[in-house]
Nanobody, 130 residues
Framework: QVQLVESGGGSVQAGGSLRLSCAIT????????MGWFRQAPGKEREGVAH???????DYAESVKGRFTITRDKVKNILYLQMNNLKPEDTAMYYC????????????????????????RGQGTQVTVSS
């Protein structure tokens, strides 16, 4: 079982920063891949950042160089640091995880992203104004 609870969304001006957090509860403990995806009104969901248990990461082209995904293994919290935010980053952001996908290499081989993961949180809104 995997439970995910996001926090940290809010409103910011373009160029600003936000850090999203996702509290992870997983039982029994096992390796899995986690990530963040977002959905803006009228747009398709987009997987933006991924992290597997080995520490490998993967980012959407739209956020590379601006977003960083990390995990505090002691506190079991997944973070998404978002810098240089743009109005087009405005969306509902969801934390997601999948115990059936152990590595990012597997995820990419299967053509999947956080959008497809088996478990997700309730989402947190990010609004970037120009």
């Amino acid at each position: 079982q995997v439970q995910l609870v996001e926090s940290g969304g809010g409103s910011v001006q373009a160029g600003g920063s936000l850090r999203l957090s996702c509290a992870i509860t997983i039982y029994p403990t096992r390796k899995f891949t986690m990530g963040w995806f977002r959905q803006a009104p009228g747009k398709e969901r987009e997987g933006v950042a991924h992290l597997d248990s080995d520490g490998s990461t993967d980012y959407a082209e739209s956020v590379k160089g601006r977003f960083t995904i990390t995990r505090d293994k002691v506190k079991n919290i997944l973070y998404l640091q978002m810098n240089n935010l743009k109005p087009e980053d405005t969306a509902m952001y969801y934390c997601a995880g999948d115990t059936g996908i152990v590595t990012i290499a597997t995820m990419k081989h299967l053509g999947l992203s956080a959008v497809d993961f088996e478990s997700r949180g309730q989402g947190t809104q990010v609004t970037v104004s120009s």
